[in-house]
């Protein structure tokens, strides 16, 4: 069955930087556009990036341009996400999954404050 497990969030300072990861299993991985999404407490899930199967296509959302990158390593089936330049407002569950075709993990928690 489809597995997706997220790490890497954590504590980091407005200014700061994270690295997240996805490790995906159960489907044939190359197959499959990503995303990346998140939810902050009391709000809707919303989408933040996602990068296509076929030549690392990537498209972000407005309130993370310029400063999260998107990337995937289809030889060891991982998703990440490099958030640079932190904000409060960006402190929240991450997810990743399949563009379209879903798959939740646990989400990993990344909380930007000072």
């Known amino acids: 069955q489809v597995q997706l497990v997220e790490s890497g969030g954590g504590l980091v300072q407005p200014g700061g930087s994270l690295r997240l990861s996805c490790a995906a299993s159960?489907?044939?991985?190359?197959?499959?556009?990503m995303s990346w999404y998140r939810q902050a407490p009391g709000k809707e899930r919303e989408r933040v990036s996602t990068?296509?199967?076929?030549?690392?296509?990537?498209t972000y959302a407005d309130f993370v341009k310029g400063r999260f990158t998107m990337s995937r390593d289809n030889n060891q089936n991982m998703v990440y996400l490099q958030m640079n330049s932190l904000k409060p407002e960006d402190t929240a569950v991450y997810y990743c999954?399949?563009?379209?075709?879903?798959?939740w993990g646990k989400g990993t928690l990344v909380t930007a404050s000072s």
């Open positions: 999954t399949r563009t379209n075709y879903g798959g």
């Open positions: 159960g489907f044939v991985f190359s197959n499959y556009a």
């Open positions: 990068i296509t199967n076929e030549h690392d296509i990537t």
